[in-house]
């Protein structure tokens, strides 16, 4: 089955991968490939493909006190536990290793919006997308998939403005931005699932790979990172900075 996305845009790759990996709690045999058109995950079905989504509106999230710096007064950007499909993930790619300082993954926590904020919202605004969705939608903006004041971690090029590339601050002019809840989620998947702590900062340029071959899960992980022998297409994302906010550009291939 192919759940279309492009891989040029690191939501759309991000979200491919949290998607890959929900898919293998239900069935780990599962294996996954990118396409022109979005990443094909074979064994699946509609059964499988539902009970992914599905499971996302059932999902709980709430901050990982024993991994807070100060568990009575926790910041913004705290560590979280997500409780999805009957397992507990840990969220925190916003950190580094040590849970402390800013990294690459994500850019959009700043001002009074925490990471538990942005997650609750994304649950919330999936649970009346799940019955319409398919693979063909799940990632797109059409039909609702698009939600303007939804919150985001800014992964996505294709929803995200800065004052640097519009020439004004869409906040000031009364703009409303809009996200795609599903990709933000499973992006954040994503990047928890198939990338390692980050050590950059925030503002660094993210590269990753695509691969053309079925593999299995374990190692579409290494795939990811370029530590695959074979057909890898390498690809770098640019980071567009406006300030405390910002996003990623659609990268280029190399």
């Not at 759309?12 to 949290?18: E, F, I, K, T």
């Not at 998607?19 to 780990?28: I, K, T």
């Amino acid at each position: 089955m192919l759940i279309k996305a492009d891989y040029r845009n690191v939501a759309d790759y991000l979200a491919g991968l949290g998607f890959l990996e929900v898919a293998s709690w239900h069935r780990p045999d599962i294996c996954g490939r990118w396409t022109e058109a979005g990443i094909e995950i074979q064994p699946m079905d509609e059964g499988l493909f539902r009970a992914v989504v599905e499971c996302c509106a059932g999902a709980r999230v709430e901050l990982d006190l024993p991994a807070c710096k100060d568990e009575d007064s926790p910041s913004k950007e705290s560590p979280l536990l997500l409780n999805i499909a009957e397992r507990v993930i840990p969220l925190n790619t916003w950190l580094d290793r040590q849970l402390d300082r800013k990294s690459i993954w994500p850019p959009g926590i700043s001002g009074q919006v925490a990471a538990k904020m942005i997650v609750e919202d994304l649950l919330l605004r999936i649970v009346p997308l799940c019955e319409r969705a398919h693979p063909k939608l799940v990632f797109g903006m059409d039909e609702g998939f698009a939600i303007n004041d939804c919150a985001q971690f800014r992964f996505d090029g294709s929803t995200a403005w800065t004052t640097l590339n519009t020439g004004f601050s869409p906040n000031d002019a009364g703009i409303t931005i809009a996200a795609r809840p599903f990709v933000e989620l499973f992006a954040v998947l994503g990047v928890q699932s198939f990338f390692p702590q980050a050590t950059g900062t925030k503002g660094s340029d993210p590269e990753y790979y695509v691969w053309n071959e079925y593999l299995p899960v374990s190692l579409c992980r290494l795939a990811a990172r370029g530590m695959v022998p074979g057909h890898l297409h390498h690809l770098r994302g640019k980071w567009l900075d406006a300030g405390n906010f910002g996003a990623f550009s659609f990268a280029d291939q190399s």
